[in-house]
């Protein structure tokens, strides 16, 4: 596709995105038109075996981090403007690692992320909120008047703590593993045009991708 290609592809670690020297730091902006954050909803198969994206994720890297070998994750595709990184496909997945880098490190791993969920103001101003205080177990547990994203960011954190549950030597593990060995290859469009049409052609093959989402998108942005 002519909105992005390999050349402008590059392998990073999750730290050169999240943790950005301050002269270049830039602000990475989850966009309205993305959908709410769904890792955490149990997908049923053979393939996730009753597992959520979350929990698939927490097994996958578990071995190598505990063997100290690089982890590959599914690449992302953002536009980079002057001082904002718009992430066009990968919210679940850079959503999920500030939620886990939160539960394993506490504030300190996270306050000098800056992550603008620009979807709905409660989701903004719940993962703000995780920047004033270190994990505590009444944030693992979903009620069921709470709005859609932070019921699912909760229902995560929640199945963060039962995966880690008598895994301290891996849960110690993993922050550091997060910001230096978890890969992905990291690809750029540039402009804005491109961005939704990249993110509707990326997503609008999959079945949960209703025509009305598409709609919205385009909506929205302009």
């Not at 149990?42 to 890297?61: N, P, Q, R, T």
């Not at 979807?119 to 709470?146: A, M, T």
């Not at 994203?149 to 997060?178: S, T, V």
Request: hydrophobic share 35%; glycine share 6%.
């Amino acid at each position: 596709n002519d909105d992005f290609n390999m050349n402008n592809a590059t392998f990073k670690t999750i730290g050169e995105i999240l943790y950005q020297p301050y002269s270049e730091k830039k602000k990475i902006v989850i966009p309205n038109y993305q959908r709410g954050y769904k890792w955490s909803v149990k997908i049923a198969g053979k393939e996730s075996y009753g597992m959520s994206a979350v929990e698939k994720l927490l097994s996958d890297i578990a071995a190598p981090c505990m063997n100290g070998e690089d982890y590959f994750l599914q690449g992302i595709t953002v536009q980079e403007d002057d001082n904002t990184i718009v992430v066009i496909d990968g919210q679940q997945r850079l959503t999920t690692i500030y939620l886990l880098l939160w539960y394993c490190g506490g504030v300190k791993a996270i306050v000098d992320i800056d992550l603008k969920y620009d979807i709905r103001i409660d989701s903004e101003e719940f993962l703000k909120s995780l920047k004033l205080k270190d994990p505590d177990k009444v944030y693992f547990q979903p009620l069921d008047d709470d709005k859609q994203d932070i019921y699912y960011f909760k229902q995560a954190l929640k199945q963060m703590n039962d995966f880690f549950e008598g895994k301290d030597g891996l849960k110690g593990k993993i922050e550091d593993y997060i910001k230096h060995r978890i890969r992905i290859i990291y690809i750029t469009v540039d402009s804005q045009e491109k961005a939704v049409r990249t993110f509707t052609m990326m997503n609008g093959a999959k079945a949960n991708m209703l025509d009305e989402e598409l709609i919205k998108a385009e909506i929205l942005r302009q």
